[in-house]
């Protein structure tokens, strides 16, 4: 049995993760707080457990700021290592399950992790790459039904995880934590090598965990506002379902877990299985990363639509292209919840968000609301003005990140200071509408210029996919003598359909300007997307170096 939990001090002032979660523990011990097929952890069992854990990590040597990595999919025991993690006042890195050894290599070496948990099934992967992380001294194996051998010879000796907790005291008695404390999150390299992006976990939870109010931009006025108002009503039932490396998933977990609310956590995705576990759990807010989820789900309510989902409140996208016309079938399905696409980036947190409403104007990509603190900036960092259609950098001021771990080259580009106020600035292009609501328009980096004319990605894909025999697709700019590039195409289609550019072009044209429209289209099995659901450019650019288009036009076209 768990020992007594002591409660914390009301007096106590310190916005970390670990801190409010306690809160939440300490008001409604006995509620359920995180749940999957077969297994449930109430916050009192969270506690005595993420606590026993957290223990493990300082006998193993971990200190504050010191980085522990954790590489799984998504758990309950993620979640206890997360929560441990944080309650030792480490640095918690979140590694890409979908690395290969290479790539676990740059972001183990990178972070100079000391102690690594990771799932069983991982082992091989990790044991060819500890000789490259001499800072790993140790390991905790979570285990996963799978039958690999967990140990590595006498590299970084494992530890069980169930062990990991029975060695250790599941008493709350560690040192105070402070504001200063620091959370990092591992980009995902879309675009280039992950980066770590360091933040003070006041400043994330401010613009991630709730800290602001999303509608109002008011700040919550003390540590404990969350548990309290969570405690005093009903508790909601969150569906994060993107992988735990992406940080608007560890942040919806962790925006539960303040509130006194229940996370449901599963590690696999499918449509069908999506609905199957809103209707198991009673789930009332899904969050999804755009169409690489929101596709496939609406899709499988086509196919069945017996499901009860009259639980659901709200549906919630963020940090990839949630196009119009998924977003308009969401609505039509679920008229009484409220669907939502925010903007955000890892080195921005919250920027804004949209609620969905039918019919609504496709002005490029998601236009929204921002807080008070979202800005479009010229070069010179003066602001564009609203309804001038100008294009302007997006950036964020107040509560944003310290820096880019081991890169003060790229921490210089991102974070710049103008009259006297610091901002960050990830590289996304937007516009400022006359009624003050931001359009993104998409990643400087995969912008394409084509004849002096700058298009985004994003929006030419949202426009694609309305043509219905469009499953995914990703943009990219491809060589042209005469226009330096060129606007093309890589689509895949639902059961091997080949529509004709001019049918897709048809399409596009009712949305954007001719000079958007794609000049040529690679027809491929599956877009090949990040765990999170982000589109992969580097790899649709190497799709059409590979091979001739699948058919193009020899003369672009004009406006």
């Not at 740059?106 to 060819?128: G, K, N, P, Q, W």
């Not at 508790?235 to 608007?248: A, E, M, S, T």
């Not at 759990?281 to 755009?290: A, P, S």
Request: charged share 25%.
């Amino acid at each position: 049995m768990p020992k007594t939990i002591t409660r914390s001090n009301f007096d106590a002032m310190a916005y970390t993760i670990a801190d409010l979660i306690e809160h939440a523990v300490d008001l409604v011990p006995d509620r359920v707080a995180l749940e999957s097929e077969g297994v449930s952890r109430t916050y009192a069992e969270l506690e005595a457990r993420s606590n026993a854990l957290a223990h493990t990590l300082r006998e193993l040597g971990v200190r504050p700021g010191d980085r522990v990595g954790l590489y799984s999919r998504n758990t309950v025991e993620a979640v206890e290592a997360m929560v441990a993690i944080f309650k030792a006042r480490a640095v918690m890195v979140n590694v890409n399950y979908r690395y290969v050894e290479h790539e676990l290599e740059h972001i183990f070496a990178d972070s100079e992790m000391s102690v690594l948990i990771h799932e069983r099934r991982y082992t091989d992967r990790v044991c060819h790459t500890l000789p490259k992380a001499p800072s790993i001294r140790h390991r905790i194996v979570i285990e996963d039904g799978s039958d690999a051998d967990p140990d590595c010879g006498d590299q970084a000796g494992a530890i069980r995880f169930e062990d990991a907790i029975a060695r250790s005291s599941t008493e709350r008695d560690f040192e105070a934590r402070t504001d200063d404390d620091l959370y990092m999150l591992y980009t995902g390299g879309t675009t280039g090598r992950p980066k770590g992006v360091v933040w003070r976990q006041v400043d994330v939870w401010r613009v991630l965990g709730g800290g602001i109010d999303w509608y109002t931009s008011t700040p919550v006025a003390d540590e404990w506002q969350l548990a309290r108002e969570g405690a005093a009503g009903g508790q909601l039932v969150r569906f994060p379902i993107p992988p735990f490396i992406h940080g608007g998933s560890q942040w919806a977990v962790f925006q539960a877990l303040f509130g006194g609310g229940k996370a449901v956590v599963y590690p696999e995705f499918s449509g069908h299985l999506v609905w199957e576990i809103v209707e198991r759990h009673g789930v009332n807010v899904i969050f999804i990363t755009g169409d690489a989820m929101g596709r496939p789900m609406i899709d499988a309510l086509a196919e069945n639509d017996n499901y009860d989902l009259s639980s659901v409140l709200s549906i919630a996208s963020s940090a990839a292209l949630f196009s119009p016309s998924v977003k308009e079938q969401f609505v039509d399905r679920f008229p009484n919840a409220v669907v939502i696409d925010a903007i955000g980036s890892s080195e921005t947190g919250f920027g804004g968000l949209g609620v969905v409403a039918k019919g609504t104007p496709h002005t490029g990509g998601p236009r929204v609301k921002a807080d008070s603190e979202a800005h479009v900036l010229r070069d010179d960092g003066t602001p564009v003005e609203p309804g001038s259609g100008e294009v302007g950098m997006l950036a964020r001021s107040g509560h944003i990140p310290l820096r880019y771990h081991n890169d003060p080259d790229k921490s210089a580009k991102t974070f710049k200071q103008w009259g006297g106020v610091r901002y960050s600035l990830p590289g996304d292009f937007a516009r400022v509408e006359a009624d003050g609501t931001i359009t993104m328009l998409g990643r400087g980096s995969v912008s394409i210029n084509t004849g002096g004319e700058k298009v985004f990605p994003e929006e030419v894909e949202g426009a694609l996919k309305a043509h219905p025999d469009v499953f995914d697709t990703v943009v990219v700019g491809v060589p042209d003598d005469r226009f330096g590039q060129r606007v093309a195409a890589v689509v895949a289609t639902r059961d091997g359909v080949r529509p004709s550019l001019a049918e897709l072009n048809d399409v596009v044209r009712k949305e954007l300007a001719g000079y958007k429209c794609p000049r040529s289209v690679w027809f491929v099995d599956e877009i090949k997307r990040s765990p999170a659901g982000k589109p992969d450019y580097r790899w649709g650019a190497g799709i059409t170096q590979e091979r001739p288009a699948d058919e193009a036009l020899i003369t672009p076209e004009g406006n």
